[in-house]
């Protein structure tokens, strides 16, 4: 499944505290502006974190995301490193340019991430 993109900024910057262009609120998409809709790898980078969201079950996806946030900054005492290390970004990341990822993902594959 795909995401339902929802353009508001105001949303997204709420739901992330200003500091992303896009966040996931499953099923939703939340874009910041209506130009990054043409963005097809920020849309891919979304559409994993939906896929492991879906995965998970969705509440334990957020939960996890938040510990494993919280454990990331202990390790580097860093917000964006904390963030950019999340198993779930690590994953999103290093694959968001591949417009096929998707389609061959196996289950549960941020778990290598970790
Ligand atoms: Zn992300």
Known sequence: MKGKIIVSRFWTNIFSGRKAVAIVIFPFIFLLDRRYRHDKYLLNHENIHIRQAAEML???FYIWYGVEFLLRYLQYKKFRQAYLNISFERE???NEKNLHYLKNRRFWAFRKYF
């Open 92 to 94: 999103a990341y290093r």
């Open 58 to 60: 969705v509440v334990p």
